[in-house]
């Protein structure tokens, strides 16, 4: 099975700036820096770019991660939908 199957196209995307990318993209970068303080480097002077790669990187995986989030909802969603509209009597209104 694919990470996200060609009928979540359907689906709009998720904002850019959203919870999962910020937390994965400021994880990356702690990564990079992490490194940089365990390889007895200066923390934040050293490796500027593979602070920002592992800042991108990070806040890709989150984003991606979002849109398979958002996928598998309204995947459940639908089914529950079919599963009303098939079963009305089961969903009679409270009166």
């Known amino acids: 099975m694919a990470f996200l199957p060609d009928e979540s196209r359907s689906l709009p995307p998720p ?18 820096l992490g490194d940089n303080s365990f390889n007895h480097r200066p923390v934040f002077r050293a490796g500027i770019h593979r602070q920002i790669l592992f800042a991108t990187v ?4 989150g984003y991606q991660l979002i ?6 909802y309204a995947k459940v ?10 079963h009305p009597e089961d969903f009679k209104a409270a009166g």
């Not at 990070?58 to 995986?61: A, D, H, I, N």
């Not at 969603?77 to 098939?86: P, Q, S, V």
């Open 67 to 72: 849109k398979r989030t958002e996928y598998m």
């Open 15 to 32: 904002p850019l700036l959203n919870k999962g990318s910020a937390w994965l993209g400021f994880a990356g970068w702690m990564a990079a």
């Open 58 to 61: 990070g806040w890709f995986v």
């Open 77 to 86: 969603d639908r089914e529950l939908f079919e599963y009303i509209r098939h």
